[in-house]
């Protein structure tokens, strides 16, 4: 969805009649100019309401929008001298994910992102950010050939699931997403993964397994999409907002749960209120925890990589009925 969401209708119109007032002030001798600043600091308290108490449902339809910024956009923010790398070298192109190689001040790195498409022609193209094998299978490249030369790995995740079709599977999606797990998991070099927007099920785990995981703050990850869990558990996808709260997806639960580590702030209303600062605050964060990892060799990279992902969650013997 392009334009304003429905819960920031209140502001649109505001401002809207805000600049009513100021256009019908131009050329006239009447004075509106204290209503114009009552009405403006009652804009400044809604937008406060609204983005200071979003739920979990509002922040996944922010991260949907449709102007929100892409793996590219960003790339083209925060590096330098990036050259794109295609094909898996086994069956094709998937221009659902991209990466390549590029300097984040300077340094070389491999960045590796799903890539959803700006409008409905390049979503098509890009299928909407779901991944078939191969694209899962050019990043398992792009790493390899990271890890055989010493660059830190960068992983920007944005996706509402790896493509679930005949083909994918045909070709086989699930050993694909495997194989990235697993070699992930035993990289010699840093691995930073940022969930940009979605991070949905094994879609997003297929480049999301790093020693460093930061979410932007209105980022979701999650075993499952909303609309997807719904229907599994009450077999109505109206239920998508219900589900959302109940699965504590959004930044702040993931890095609570101990699954993320940092949380990235987003200018207020979205990243796509303002891209610039978006990219802006992503680099900030990387150039914070890329250092201490790259002084780190890589038996220690690949024991603190386990650790993190052993430590997830807890495992209880006890029966239901001795609680």
């Known amino acids: ?23 019908f002030t131009t050329g006239n001798t009447m004075d509106f100019s204290e209503e114009i600043a009552r009405l403006e600091e009652r ?28 793996t590219l956009d960003y790339i083209s923010y925060i590096f330098s001298d990036f050259i794109e790398l295609h094909g898996d070298r086994m069956y094709g192109d998937d221009l659902a994910i991209v990466g390549g190689i590029g300097k984040l001040d300077g340094l070389p790195v491999t960045v590796i992102g799903h890539q ?57 999606q699930s050993e694909a997403i495997a194989r990235n797990i697993r070699e992930m998991a035993g990289l010699d070099v840093p691995v930073v993964c940022v ?32 609309e997807s869990a719904a229907s599994i558990l009450w077999k109505d996808v109206s239920k998508a907002e219900q589900a959302a709260e109940s699965l504590k997806i959004s930044a702040e639960h993931v890095v609570a749960l101990g699954v993320g580590d940092k949380i990235i702030p987003e200018p207020r209303g979205g990243a796509h209120k303002n891209p610039k600062q ?30 993190k992902y052993k430590q997830i969650g807890k495992l209880s013997t006890q029966s239901p009925h001795e609680k």
Do not use: C
């Not at 879609?203 to 999409?225: D, Q």
């Open 43 to 70: 804009y400044k308290k809604l937008e406060h309401d609204i983005y200071d108490n979003l739920t979990v449902w509002q922040k996944v339809q922010i991260v949907r929008h449709a102007e929100r910024p892409t």
């Open 195 to 226: 969930v940009t927007g979605e991070g949905s099920s094994g879609g997003a785990l297929g480049i999301g397994v790093g020693n460093v995981i930061m979410l932007t703050e209105h980022a979701y990850y999650s075993v499952i999409a909303p």
């Open 278 to 307: 978006q990219a802006a605050e992503i680099k900030k964060a990387l150039l914070e925890v890329l250092p201490p990892l790259l002084q780190k060799d890589a038996a220690t990279l690949r024991e603190e990589r386990y650790n």
């Open 116 to 172: 959803k498409g700006r409008d409905t022609k390049d979503n098509i193209r890009r299928n909407f950010g779901m991944p078939h094998p191969e694209g899962y299978r050019k990043a398992l490249r792009l790493m390899q050939q990271a890890n055989k030369f010493g660059r830190p790995i960068l992983t920007l995740i944005d996706t509402p699931g790896a493509y679930p079709g005949k083909g994918a599977e045909e070709r086989g």
């Open 1 to 23: 969805m392009a334009g304003p969401l429905k819960f920031e209708m209140p502001l649109v119109e505001l401002r809207q009649k805000i600049e009513e007032l100021k256009s």
